[in-house]
């Protein structure tokens, strides 16, 4: 007979599974649309050239784009490859799963309807992403950021025809849209396991690390915000469904801490960290994890 936890393991394994597939899929079939739709010469022409311009353009995009953490991973990736700045594609990164209509519809919803928090849930996100995006300015303004093996289209003779499409001055739409597929296709593959492996760690960490403990240590201003973040990179929620998690924990945390776990979840968890780490150079991810944890620790202690 097998283990109870083992079982209840299995179990939200799947359900994170379940959840995260569709934005997955979504997000790979934008990043194939990206790759045959979009060139450099049309990135060229909206991407404000002004550095803090290009910061708030990527933050205001992702604002107004409704995606998940996990499938705004290759999306992101896809359009550093096509020369947006990495100080203006992280900040889309980021406020694209908090900042949307249904996001934000389901805080003040999970909150009783009330405004404040999903106000301050939305704000912080903007700050973070903002900040964060002039820091890269400094720190990554001429730095190669992209794993470029991951996701490429292969050259290979089966996708030979790909390949000369791509080349091509003038491409049918037919030829586009096939390739949007192939490379989708390519794209889920290469994404896919890592979302596989964050899922089972996620889960492994649910069902074995006690929430209680974690409730003990949450005592103090500081520790209450880096508990409830510590919990939100744990459980690995879907942005559209965190809120009604958190909204639970109303009469043991602070305000601060609960929205610190609203923003920081759809930032930084296990699964969509070891994306990024697919995606990305270690050195701007772990760049991405100090700065985004520290960001979001002290704008929750001003709320």
Known sequence: MLDKSFLQMNTVFISILIEALPFVLIGVLIAGFIQMFVTEEMVARIMPKNKIGAVLFGAILGAIFPACECGIVPITRKLIEKGVPVFAAIPFMLT?????PVVLFSTYVAFGNRWEVMIYRGGLA?????????????????????????G????????????ATVSLPKVSFYNKLKGT?????EEFFSVGKYL??????????????????LLEIGQG????SLVMMGLAFILSLCSEADAFIASSFQSTFTIGSIV??????????????LMMLAAFKKKLVVSL???????????????
């Open 96 to 100: 694209g799963p908090i900042i949307n």
């Open 126 to 150: 903007m700050i973070v992403a903002i900040l964060l995006g002039f820091i890269l300015v400094v720190q990554f303004k001429n730095s190669k950021v992209l794993k470029n093996e991951l």
């Open 152 to 163: 490429a289209v292969s050259l290979s003779p089966s996708n030979n025809e790909i390949a």
């Open 181 to 185: 597929f192939v490379h989708a296709v």
């Open 196 to 213: 596989v492996i964050g899922a089972l760690i996620a889960a492994s960490m649910q069902t074995y690390v006690k929430t209680s403990t």
């Open 221 to 224: 201003e500081v520790s209450s």
């Open 260 to 273: 610190a776990f609203l923003v920081y979840g759809p930032m930084l968890d296990v699964k969509n960290v």
């Open 289 to 303: 994890v100090g700065y985004i944890t520290i960001l979001v620790l002290v704008g929750s202690l001003f709320l």
